[in-house]
């Protein structure tokens, strides 16, 4: 069972600039795709980005060029940064896992998931 921490989440001003961390256990993270995914309150949760167990990433047009994933696989970790924040990136932020197999790569859902990390950027 793969286990998903997120950190990083917080207050900060329009503006400002943020990054969480979500550490995996419990699966060789190489072979995790991992994904970031967003729920502001009263509305549905949505994808924001993802990115493969090799390195290829894929991004919602909603942050494109504003926010960016990366991972550190020696730290089984995969990082959000997020630079520019706007009041409507207020939400609780979340990480998730899928075991990288053939056809799934943005097409099946993602398996595992993070407790969540409270962003809110005040304007």
């Known amino acids: 069972q793969v286990q998903l921490a997120e950190s990083g989440g917080g207050l900060v001003q329009a503006g400002d600039s943020l990054r969480l961390s979500c550490t995996a256990s419990g699966r060789t993270f190489t072979e995790l795709n991992m994904g970031w995914f967003r729920q502001a309150p009263g509305k549905e949760r949505d994808f924001l980005v993802a990115?493969?167990?090799?390195?290829?990433?894929y991004y919602a047009d909603s942050v494109k060029g504003r926010f960016t994933i990366s991972r550190d696989n020696a730290k089984n970790t995969v990082y959000l940064q997020m630079n520019s924040l706007k009041s409507e990136d207020t939400a609780v932020y979340y990480c998730a896992g899928q075991v990288n197999r053939v056809g799934v790569w943005l097409r099946k859902p993602f398996e595992y998931w993070g407790q969540g990390t409270q962003v809110t950027v005040s304007s």
């Open positions: 990115i493969k167990s090799g390195g290829s990433t």
